[in-house]
């Protein structure tokens, strides 16, 4: 069993920056691929990015590439997510989540953190 607990989010103005993380306890860390995902009233849940599980193999969705970046530490069981130059459509609750590599299905979520950007 893994428990994912996100921190981080908060109100900011359009064009600045937060930087989120995601705390997991219990399992095998290291050895999970790690999910940002979000989810803006009346909207489906989208993916933002994802790490895997040594760090090196990252993705992103487009309309965050180049503002976003993902990171993790498997020593602290932590995962990032830095965003920088923020956008009004940014505003979403954003999740973190794990699987197993080679899984498609997500087996573990936290509860989530609000992030508003106002314009």
């Known amino acids: 069993q893994v428990q994912l607990v996100e921190s981080g989010g908060g109100l900011v103005q359009a064009g600045g920056s937060l930087r989120l993380s995601c705390a997991a306890s219990g399992g095998t860390f290291s050895s999970y691929v790690v999910g940002w995902f979000r989810q803006a009233p009346g909207k489906e849940r989208e993916f933002v990015s994802t790490?895997?599980?040594?760090?090196?193999?990252?993705n992103y969705a487009n309309s965050v590439k180049g503002r976003f970046t993902i990171s993790r530490d498997n020593a602290k069981k932590m995962v990032y997510l830095q965003m920088n130059s923020l956008k009004p459509e940014d505003t979403a609750v954003y999740y973190c989540?794990?699987?197993?590599?080679?899984?498609?299905?997500?087996?573990?979520w936290g509860q989530g953190t609000q992030v508003t950007v106002s314009s």
């Open positions: 989540a794990t699987k197993n590599a080679g899984r498609s299905s997500w087996d573990y």
């Open positions: 790490i895997g599980w040594r760090g090196f193999d990252t």
